[in-house]
């Protein structure tokens, strides 16, 4: 964030401004990460008001505070009818400040991990700054590009969705240079109602861009592909498909379950291997190559840039227990594609070795919940999961999936409490064999991975 001061806030947000007109330096809407010289934004919430913090930002070195009308502060303040609102107005009156290029991140799966490995690769080159973790949202994409130090040159900035519409609000705020479509897929459709609605919602990105904008488009997936028509810019792609732009060759995995492939671009060939297991983690890898290499980053520093680059917890996070039980944290959250993918890298890593699948309900499915659950099951049975444990009433589809298509009885279990899924892990692993956790966000299952180191 460019320092200005409380006045130039009150406009920005359309406020009432009192107190001394003193500078701001950066945002914070957590107390606890109030800094000096912070502007601490008072957002309601679900259980606390954030208006009932104030004197403790103060205390911790705030220098003005955001706050909704009619609350009384002891200290410079900018008073609003909606902090949520007036966030959003002042990160688009941040952006218009900005110089950076705004890079775009959205999909059904793997906009995080793709996140973090395009900000590995603009690293390589250019200051970057992106999104923490999954700061998505309403508020996470405001933080994002009010946390972008005043000299970024590129902001890499996660987009989510669960309605159609909210992509195209984001985009109004960080009015992307570039928007990269990993691909589409059913998560969230109970919430969106239709595959319609999916397939329109996830589009947003691409339309938000002008003439001189860039689309980053899946070639691999049908649907993204099919943006290009709605792109008023330059379209470029990726995938293994023969004819993307940026595309990987000759992709196998170590016994790590990581990937190494030739990447190809315009007719250069640089060998790479990631850093993070997955075979699925290759097209999130060249999503990256694409956006660096049109930010003008060398093919071969993407290269390098992706042999190193690590992602957000919960992602794949591999560990080993100290009893030799290998653990894969895959947990942060789950839809069918995504789930598919982590038991397909688990298999792999596992080896001939003995795998057991600790699986969570996957949420927002609405009316196909079930018989995705079941197919997650067929799965399990069909790639030989040795013992399939199902957490949470959704969940058991999963496992009833798995006994009829073939896993033993006795070697499948389904469990409403996720502690006892825990302890079934802890009487049933042996050392050197590989305990994958999966499941939505709700089912918070990385609490049992981490249980375990």
Not at 19 to 43: H, M, N
Not at 146 to 152: I, K, M, S, T
Not at 188 to 207: C, K, N, T, Y
Request: proline share 4%; glycine share 10%; hydrophobic share 45%.
């Amino acid at each position: 964030m460019k320092p200005r001061r409380m006045s130039d806030v009150a406009r920005a947000v359309e406020g009432l401004f009192l107190g001394g007109d003193v500078e701001v330096t950066s945002v914070a809407i957590d107390s606890r990460d109030v800094v000096a010289g912070s502007l601490f934004v008072a957002l309601p919430g679900e259980r606390t008001d954030g208006g009932r913090f104030v004197p403790e930002a103060f205390a911790n070195g705030a220098a003005g505070v955001l706050v909704r009308d009619g609350l009384d502060v002891d200290g410079p303040a900018v008073y609003v009818r909606s902090t949520s609102e007036a966030l959003m107005m002042l990160a688009r009156d941040e952006r218009a400040r900005s110089d950076a290029r705004v890079i775009a991140v959205t999909g059904a799966n793997g906009k995080t991990s793709t996140k973090d490995m395009t900000a590995a690769v603009c690293s390589a080159r250019y200051r970057t700054h992106a999104s923490k973790e999954s700061f998505n949202n309403e508020v996470g994409l405001p933080v994002t590009i009010l946390g972008a130090a005043p000299d970024a040159e590129i902001v890499v900035a996660e987009m989510g969705a669960r309605h159609v519409g909210d992509v195209a609000i984001l985009c109004g705020i960080a009015r992307p240079d570039l928007a990269v479509v990993t691909n589409v897929g059913v998560a969230h459709l109970e919430v969106f109602g239709s595959w319609d609605r999916i397939v329109q919602a996830s589009a947003e990105p691409v339309e938000a861009l002008g003439p001189g904008g860039v689309a980053i488009l899946n070639a691999d997936d049908a649907v993204v592909a099919g943006y290009a028509e709605r792109c008023a810019g330059r379209v470029v792609t990726f995938g293994v498909t023969p004819d993307a732009d940026i595309r990987a060759e000759d992709v196998a995995l170590d016994s790590d379950g990581r990937a190494s492939f030739v990447l190809m671009f315009a007719g250069d060939r640089v060998p790479v291997t990631l850093a993070v297991p997955g075979e699925h983690m290759v097209s999130n890898a060249l999503a990256a190559t694409a956006a660096g290499v049109t930010c003008g980053v060398a093919l071969a520093a993407c290269a390098d840039a992706l042999s190193r680059a690590a992602v957000s917890p919960w992602r794949m996070e591999t560990f080993t227990t100290p009893d030799g039980v290998r653990i894969v944290n895959d947990a942060y959250n789950a839809n069918p594609e995504s789930m598919a993918a982590a038991l397909r890298a688990a298999r792999w890593m596992a080896g001939d070795g003995h795998l057991i699948a600790v699986l969570g309900a996957m949420a927002e499915l609405g009316p196909i919940a079930s018989r995705e659950h079941e197919r997650i099951g067929e799965l399990a049975a069909r790639i030989r999961v040795d013992r399939l444990i199902a957490v949470g009433a959704s969940a058991r589809p999963i496992a009833t999936a798995g006994v009829r298509e073939g896993v033993e009885r006795d070697n499948v279990a389904s469990y409403d409490d996720p502690d006892q899924a825990l302890d079934d892990v802890r009487r049933s692993a042996r050392p050197g064999d590989l305990v994958l956790f999966k499941g939505s966000r709700v089912m918070g299952l990385e609490r049992l991975a981490e249980a375990l180191r």
